[in-house]
Every structure is written in C-alpha cells, then in structure tokens.
C-alpha cells in the first residue's frame, strides 16, 4: 500500500465530502477511492470515518488522524518545493478561497493570463462567502479588512484598497435626477444589505493627513430592494432600479462601459484592503508564490484604489470648499 496516497486520498475525502467528489477531483474510480481509506483503517486498525447512506463523519480518531496527515502532506509539498525551486517550472493544483463578489469581477478575468503564463498550474477556487481570516485548508486567502484588522499567524500580501462607491443607471439618473449632496439621497430609490443600520459620508477622498471633513450621516428606511447578495444589487442597479453601494472592483467594468454611473463622486462612504493570505510556512511551493506575484503586479499593492483610477473617477475634494465639521442626520428612503 502507498501509505502517502491513501492519505492524499483519505483527505480529499474529507475535503469533499464524499467518496464519489474525491473521485472526482483525484481521477480516480469511486471504487478505487473506497478500497484505499479502507485499506489505510486497515493498516491502521481502526475506523477513521463512520459512513451512512446520508453523510460521513470523522470518528474521534480520525480527526485526530486528519490534523497530522494534513500536516504531513503539507509538509511533504513544502519539501518538494525546496528541492525544486530552483529549476522547475511551477506545477501543480493551488487552492484558492476567496469572496465570490472578487471571483466573478476580478479573479476569473485575470486567469486566462495567468493561465497562459503558467499552464501547470491548475486552480480551484472556493467561494462559499466573505474571507476575513486564512484559512489552512487552502494555499491562498482572498483577504478583506474593513473597520476590523485582521489578526492571526499568517503571511499577507496587499493587492489594493477598494472603496465603496454609490453608482445608478444614467437611465436612473437621467429620469430621477443627479444628488449633490448626500442629503439629496432622499426620496430617492436605494438597495441596500439588511444589517446596515445608517451610512456616514465624509466631504472628500479621506485618510492620511486630510483635515476633517463634513460629515453627513444617514439612516436607511424603506428601501427598493434590500438583500445582502452583491451580485443581486448589481444586477439591479444596472437594470436601473435606484441606487446602491459596490465595491469599487465590482462596479468597475461597468464604469468603463458607462452601464453605471458614480453617484456623488466627492463623497467617500467606506473604505477596505485587500490581502493575499497565506499559512504560515517555511517554504512557499513555487505555484503560490507565483500566483500571488501575479495578483500583486495585476492589482498594484499599493494603498489606492487602481478599479476607480482605472474607471477615471476616484473621490475627488469638493470644489471651492474647505473641510468642516458638520454632522448631519436624515433618513434615506422613500
């Protein structure tokens, strides 16, 4: 028996879920996969996995088991990659987790590039939601750090900061007309999440040694649409429902192409950082390493927003007018 490929296939299991998906994803038969994990309890002589017509599950060994064949594989890829570093061509399959919102408008249409320039390299991408910690299961961590930091033991690499902007279809503004004042938001049609209790926008691009600036805080009431799917309020926005709140590289191809518009440019609303994330580990396999050079030379890594100073309109200071302080309350909605 390959003790190492039964562990391979022991943990793709678990990965999956399933004998049949870790058949799959190793090109395996689903017998074959089967009749290794239970030669691995074999040899080991116990059970690793209860099965039932409906789920696995690890027994109290087998996560215990997991924990340290994870750790040697890890270990094991770690040493290939040493011995390799110098000479190979950068090979194998890189796991990636990432938010699905930077996957769909971001991710996706950089790797056909990426592809082209290293086409050993097979990726899978998992993005079941937001990513604000590494996780070790994966080579490489989309990070978002927002009015939180992020914090544990992980190597991270900035790619960008991404502001979030309001944009609406010129169709929408051409009939509902253009705010320029954020208390010219009300009355007007907006989509926003469900757990966001009041917006603050503050005169200005904000941070660094930027004076303070009017400040105008408003709360949501009724809104058009609220749902916390960001590909839902895009699609909206672009079918000229009202007015929402996208990250800058979501919004940003549709910017260019003038589907949407920014809606008070001179106005900044929230602010987050981007990060490639990565376990900490002695050696980086030579496929993460060059992965996460081509997010940073394709982002910038840099402390600006390249998606709004691509789209020609990054937060601008109000013209003619000095910073204040001026908070203002009001209620957005209709």
């Known amino acids: 028996m390959d003790r190492l490929h039964s562990m391979r296939v022991f943990s793709r299991v678990i990965e999956q879920g399933s004998f049949a998906g870790a058949a799959r ?28 017509t409906r789920r696995l599950s690890l027994t109290d060994t087998g996560e215990l088991y997991l924990e340290r064949v994870r750790h040697i594989l890890t270990e094991v890829e770690e040493a290939e990659a040493l011995a390799t570093a110098a000479t190979a061509e950068p090979r194998g399959h890189l796991r990636v987790l990432c938010s699905p919102a930077f996957a769909v408008h971001q991710i996706a249409k950089h790797l056909p590039a990426f592809r082209a320039a290293y086409p050993r390299v097979t990726l899978e991408l998992s993005v079941p939601g937001p990513v604000e910690a590494v996780d ?39 009939r509902r007309g253009r705010p320029q004042h954020p208390n010219d938001l009300l009355g007007h049609d907006n989509m926003v999440p469900p757990f966001l209790r009041e917006l603050t926008f503050h005169a200005g691009p904000g941070g660094g040694d930027e004076p303070p600036a009017e400040a105008v805080t408003l709360a949501p009431g009724r809104s058009a649409l609220t749902t916390n799917h960001t590909h839902t309020m895009y699609a909206a926005a672009l079918a000229g429902l009202g007015i929402t709140g996208l990250p800058s590289f979501v919004a940003e191809d549709a ?25 900490t580990r002695k050696h980086v396999p030579a496929r993460t390493r060059v992965f996460v050079d081509y997010l940073v030379k394709t982002f910038g890594g840099e402390d600006r927003d390249p998606w709004l100073l691509s789209a020609g309109c990054e937060t601008q200071r109000l013209p003619g007018r000095e910073p204040v302080q001026d908070s203002r309350q009001g209620t957005l909605g209709f």
Request: glycine share 4%; with cysteine.
């Open 25 to 52: 994803e190793l090109n395996l038969s689903p017998a074959v996969v089967t009749r290794l994990v239970a030669d691995l309890e074999e040899h080991l002589g116990v059970r690793l996995i209860n099965r039932t």
């Open 255 to 279: 910017l260019l192409s003038h589907a949407l518009e920014r809606v008070l440019p001179h106005w900044h609303l929230q602010t987050t950082t981007l990060y490639a994330g990565m376990p």
């Open 136 to 174: 070790e299961n994966f080579d490489i961590s989309i990070l978002t750090e927002g009015r939180r930091p992020l914090d544990g033991s992980f190597i991270a690499r900035r790619l960008a900061r991404s502001e979030v902007v309001l944009c609406a279809s010129p169709e929408y503004l051409d």
